[in-house]
């Protein structure tokens, strides 16, 4: 495993601005106004050839622990249990603040080792703050500046002496086992959890870690980064051990009550994470029921290609639940009738209650997601079609399906080859959406069908 690295101060003083910094990308949100980040995000770094897995963490404050703020400190705290070093980041333009101090105390009395890092370094107006930054007890600071990369050398030779030979060590690992011809293993199912804000996404990811690994609250919208947790699930049943990625992201509200850059920018990240999600599970609120804003997430997952079920979260509170289940299920074939019988399950993420039966069912729609059809297989299967409903001819004029071919998966897609295909009505282009849907094994996966005529050489440019 790599070495793991943890980045701790209090707001605002660039630790995300950092994170993006070392991962290469602009993963973390970042804000100017403070506390932004609430939970731990993490990511692959690299610094000249050192790779380690850097952690972004929530700001530090001084609040009652029963608080949003108190409860984000305590995920900090307990991010830096396994840690291999910390990176304690502080303003060296604000120079140091009452809290600063109150952090490196607690830093001093860890066993992890501490790489006193001053942001905002650049120019003479963070010289004072660097300066002053050696009163904190945890040796010589390395002066940065997050946000145009100065000072990563730097930070390099202040962390290879802690981190450098487990670094090299993962590093060998890899390369043996490439050396040795191994096949390398099938990716973890990336599983996506969406909905609107106070459906529970949080607390439904905790619940399958066994871990208060995400902040979660009774205010609505505490998740505003996407958080990516890596898993490992054991299937009861068959006693399998399968990887899972798991994404918790922001509640997504109806675009018009969405006014705040913050959120707006918490809202495109979730949707990014829907593109990098394999299969994405729409968590609703039982006592709230399906509401437009629901199917408007449901047909912008559909339309990402993404495969997609639907939980009912908070069953255990749920009133009528035959009824409620029902009136759910009897709404989504309706105001989705591009894909019928979405798998829907009712769950609790406060008792655990259906979580195993929607993992199991996750796997199997990535499986469909995923599946390519023989072509001989496919062409049997379309002029059976063909002839239960041959297309028709409009205006006397025949138009002619030849044959089928999958183009590719995840989403599947396929092409059909004709002559006059774009006189083919759209109700039996659905036709052949459902047939494929149906017979050939692929359930509520988006299809993607496109029509193909050869070039006429006769036809003028």
């Known amino acids: 495993m790599k070495p793991q690295v943890i980045i701790i101060g209090r707001p605002n003083v660039g630790k995300s ?12 949100l970042v804000d100017d106004q403070p506390g932004v980040t609430r ?27 029963e608080t949003l703020p108190g409860r984000m400190r305590k995920q900090t705290e307990v991010s830096l249990e396994g840690a291999d070093a910390a990176l304690f980041v502080i303003d ?26 001053a942001n905002k370094a650049e120019g003479r107006a963070g010289e004072g703050g660097v300066l002053e930054s050696y009163s904190l007890g945890l040796g010589e600071p390395i002066a940065i500046s997050a946000e145009h990369g100065e000072g990563v050398a730097d930070l390099f030779g202040a962390l290879w002496p802690i981190i450098g030979a487990k670094a090299e060590a993962s590093e060998t690992a890899a390369e043996f086992a490439l ?36 902040l979660t609250g009774p205010e609505a919208g505490i998740t505003r980064d996407s958080i990516a947790v890596d898993w490992q699930w054991t299937d009861p049943k068959s006693g399998d051990v399968r990887d899972v990625r798991l994404i918790d992201t922001a509640g997504m509200r109806k675009k018009r009550n969405v006014v705040e850059k913050l959120e707006k920018l918490s809202v495109a990240d979730a ?22 804003q629901d199917l408007k997430i449901a047909d912008m997952v559909l339309q990402e290609g993404r495969a997609l ?25 309706e105001g989705l009738a591009q894909v019928r019988g979405l798998p829907l399950f009712a769950v609790s993420a406060k008792t655990g209650k259906g979580l195993e039966d929607l993992l199991r069912a996750a796997f199997e729609l990535r499986e469909s997601w995923s599946k390519r059809v023989p072509t001989a297989a496919l062409n049997r299967w ?36 004709g002559t006059r295909l774009d006189m083919l009505p759209k109700s039996y282009e659905r036709y052949l959406v459902n047939g494929i849907r149906k017979n050939l094994g692929f359930d509520a996966v988006p299809v993607r069908v496109v029509l193909k005529s050869p070039k006429n050489p006769y036809a003028k440019d």
């Open 17 to 28: 601005t950092l994170f993006n910094r070392l991962v290469g990308k602009k993963l973390a």
């Open 39 to 65: 939970d731990r995000r993490m990511g692959d770094a690299d610094i000249a050839g050192m790779a380690f897995t850097i952690v972004d963490t929530a700001g530090w404050e001084d609040d009652d622990p």
């Open 92 to 117: 060296a333009r604000a120079g140091l603040t009452p809290l600063d101090e109150e952090i490196g105390r607690w830093l001093r009395g860890q066993s992890v080792p501490v790489v006193l890092v």
């Open 179 to 214: 050396s040795e011809g191994e096949e390398a293993p099938l990716g973890p199912l990336k599983l996506a959890i969406v909905g609107r804000p106070n459906a529970g996404k949080s607390t439904l990811i905790n619940r399958l870690l066994g871990e208060d690994r995400l």
């Open 271 to 292: 949707r990014r994470a829907v593109d990098f999600a394999e299969v994405v599970v729409l968590l609703l609120d039982a006592t709230q029921g399906l509401e437009h």
């Open 309 to 333: 079920m639907v939980a009912i979260n908070k069953w255990d509170v749920a009133e009528d639940p035959s009824k409620l289940f029902n009136g759910i299920r009897h709404a989504l074939d």
């Open 382 to 417: 379309f002029d059976d079609a063909l002839e239960a409903n041959p297309p028709p001819a409009p205006g006397g004029k025949r138009i002619k399906l030849r044959y089928i071919t999958q183009a590719g998966t995840r989403p599947p897609r396929f092409v059909v080859f």
